[in-house]
Nanobody, 124 residues
Framework: QVQLVESGGGLVQAGGSLRLSCAAS????????MGWFRQAPGKERDFVAA????????YYADSVKGRFTISRDNAKNTVYLQMNSLKPEDTAVYYC?????????????????WGQGTQVTVSS
């Protein structure tokens, strides 16, 4: 069982930066691939980024590639999403999720545990 708690969301102007954190409980955090997803009002939840268990492989949605960076610190049971050059279209609730599979996946159907989400609002 893994419990995930996101933090770091807020209101930022376009072009600004935020760093989201996702703290995980449980001693097996390092065994999970981790992902970030987001859901804008009236839209489906979309993949943003994912990282494998050791942090050696990362994947990004095309819409955030070059602006967002996912990383993890297994000693702190935490995964991060550094978001730079934010745009109004990045406004959404951001969720972190844990995936027990060895491979890293973009589909939310693979993810077993989810956080409650943190709101990110980018003003123009």
């Amino acid at each position: 069982q893994v419990q995930l708690v996101e933090s770091g969301g807020g209101l930022v102007q376009a072009g600004g930066s935020l760093r989201l954190s996702c703290a995980a409980s449980g001693r097996t955090f390092s065994r999970y691939a981790m992902g970030w997803f987001r859901q804008a009002p009236g839209k489906e939840r979309d993949f943003v980024a994912a990282i494998n268990w050791i942090g050696g492989s990362t994947y990004y949605a095309d819409s955030v590639k070059g602006r967002f960076t996912i990383s993890r610190d297994n000693a702190k049971n935490t995964v991060y999403l550094q978001m730079n050059s934010l745009k109004p279209e990045d406004t959404a609730v951001y969720y972190c999720a844990a995936d027990q599979a060895v491979a890293v996946h973009r589909s939310e159907n693979w993810y077993d545990y989810w956080g409650q989400g943190t709101q990110v609002t980018v003003s123009s």
